[in-house]
């Protein structure tokens, strides 16, 4: 025990890491209640609806962010580094401008074109009142993404995964009272999302002393911001358009009750994967800072570390889906989605190259400005697409989905080996 105190003492990563594993677990365990009170609640075919506006909700947040998520941990984490409280407000400032600017442009666009985009992503127009509620949920969901991602940059991990598990909360305590209504659910989140986060945003504003004044002072640094976060949009889109794409292909080859079980498998997936996008939480402003204290060469060794055990972890929550698919799909949702298992085992091997990208893809952002992420996630999408253009039944979607994410895993990992070339000898090559 002394041991393991004394390396907390001397690395704060793995104190880090430690506070946001136990983070994420009871994230994922809220994930696990949530997924179980919506699959119950609804039929199978509503909750392919369900997952679709789950996802589009997503792309929408992604877009209004503007790559901020990833923009404000980098620069707050660099500004922290060279102790500049007035350039991390200026950042803070900067961002908060673009996202609201964000939420007014997007949400005149998706309400005027509602029934377009509702045939788009539903195939049926009877969703376009939906628009205008998926951008307020969105915009719910961009201001606390903005809030943590603040905490991520100057290191505070323990709030940081307060309110991931608080907004959590928010989203399971409605379900009890509002039933057999995705519109209502929809409006309730957003509206909760958005008091939550307005709170949150007081507390970092009288905390840290940051105000409203000289606005236009504090804007100068707001083409850097977009200078590193514009190319960086398309990726976010792509990111997330990753799950919304397939499933709205899915609707319109196979129906929407397919879409129902390739959401569940798509969800075992997703409920795993954050064991791995977590420590590129950590990641993110620890690379950004190593610029700045010469220890390049001790995250590098860090990252080659994890990725021995992200091997191993993925292996085991392989084996784990295999021999215990079934019950877990009645755990987590009910016994008709066991009918969905073939599906699950196919796709559940795509979470070892998913696991790579998700690595690295914290770092390559925090030691480069070109987004290479975004080349990686364009050319496994485009691939992807393809595949499910031409699959002929739901199985060859599920194999298509492998296909894609080891493209991606490749691809990241020839882009991270081209950045440490750059800054690195040989040896500290992943």
């Not at 025990?1 to 994230?27: A, P, R, S």
């Not at 790559?67 to 660099?78: F, L, R, T, W």
Request: with cysteine; aromatic share 16%; proline share 2%.
């Amino acid at each position: 025990m002394n041991k393991l105190k004394k390396v907390f003492e001397k690395d704060g990563f793995y104190k880090d890491l430690v506070i946001t594993f136990g983070g994420q677990m009871i994230v994922m365990l809220l994930s696990f209640v949530l997924n179980k009170i919506i699959s119950n609640q609804y039929s199978v075919d509503d909750y392919g609806i369900y997952s679709i506006l789950k996802r589009f909700s997503s792309v929408i947040t992604f877009v209004m962010l503007m790559a901020m998520g990833i923009a404000i941990p980098k620069y707050v984490a660099e500004a922290d580094a060279k102790k500049n409280h007035e350039l991390m407000e200026d950042y803070m400032i900067s961002a908060i401008a673009v996202i609201c600017v964000m939420f007014v442009m997007i949400t005149m666009i998706l309400y005027g074109f509602r029934k377009i985009g509702s045939k788009l992503i539903f195939n049926n127009d009877l969703y376009k009142n939906y628009m205008l509620i998926i951008c307020l949920y969105s915009f719910g969901n961009c201001l606390v993404t903005y809030v943590y991602s603040f905490y991520r940059g100057i290191n505070h991990f323990v709030k940081y995964s307060i309110i991931n598990i608080i907004l959590q909360l928010l989203y399971i305590v409605p379900t009890f009272f509002v039933h057999g209504n995705l519109y209502n659910l929809y409006f309730v989140w957003g509206v909760f999302c958005i008091i939550y986060s307005i709170i949150e945003l007081c507390i970092i504003f009288k905390q840290y002393k940051f105000c409203l004044s000289q606005i236009r002072r504090k804007l100068v640094v707001l083409k850097e911001l977009l200078i590193y976060s514009a190319p960086r949009v398309p990726g976010e889109f792509i990111l997330f358009a990753y799950t919304l794409v397939p499933l709205t292909i899915i609707t319109y080859k196979f129906g929407t009750k397919q879409v129902g079980y390739f959401s569940a498998a798509l969800s075992i997936n997703t409920l795993i994967t954050p064991l791995f996008s977590l420590v590129g939480t950590i990641l993110l402003p620890l690379v950004s800072g190593s610029k700045f204290n010469n220890t390049e060469k001790e995250v590098n060794k860090k990252i080659r570390i994890l990725a021995y055990i992200y091997t191993v972890v993925s292996i085991f929550a392989i084996i784990f889906v295999y021999l215990f698919g079934e019950i877990l799909l009645v755990i987590l949702f009910n016994r008709e989605y066991v009918k969905s298992i073939a599906l699950v085992r196919i796709m559940i091997v795509s979470i070892i190259p998913n696991a790579y990208y998700l690595l690295l893809r914290n770092p390559l952002d925090g030691k480069s400005k070109f987004p290479y992420n975004t080349v990686c996630l364009l050319i496994s999408f485009i691939v992807y697409i393809v595949l499910l253009l031409f699959a002929s039944n739901i199985k060859m979607c599920a194999v298509d989905t492998i296909v894609a994410y080891t493209v991606l895993g490749i691809f990241t990992f020839i882009s991270w080996c081209k950045v440490s070339k750059k800054e690195n000898k040989i040896e500290d090559y992943i």
